[in-house]
């Protein structure tokens, strides 16, 4: 993930930042407990395609 683009990108529900995970290929927000999957390399910056983070991710 191009740091840059991590850098502009913001949740598109609450406009809070995101964390980049390399290993699950996703943009967590924790503020909504939501995860953003990345797919060839383009975020996937849709509510409805997002996944509901755990309560161990959220806590984590």
Do not use: H, S, W
């Given at each position: 993930?191009?740091?840059?683009?991590?850098?502009i990108l913001?949740?598109?529900?609450?406009?809070?930042?995101?964390?980049?995970?390399?290993?699950?290929?996703?943009?967590?927000?924790?503020?909504?407990?939501?995860?953003?999957?990345?797919?060839?390399?383009?975020?996937?910056?849709?509510?409805?395609?997002?996944?509901?983070?755990?309560?161990?991710?959220?806590?984590?």
């Amino acid at each position: 993930m191009d740091k840059k683009l991590l850098a502009i990108l913001a949740c598109p529900v609450c406009k809070g930042d995101l964390k980049y995970d390399r290993e699950k290929q996703e943009l967590v927000c924790k503020n909504d407990g939501m995860a953003f999957p990345i797919r060839d390399g383009i975020p996937v910056m849709l509510e409805k395609e997002a996944r509901t983070l755990t309560t161990d991710e959220r806590l984590g």
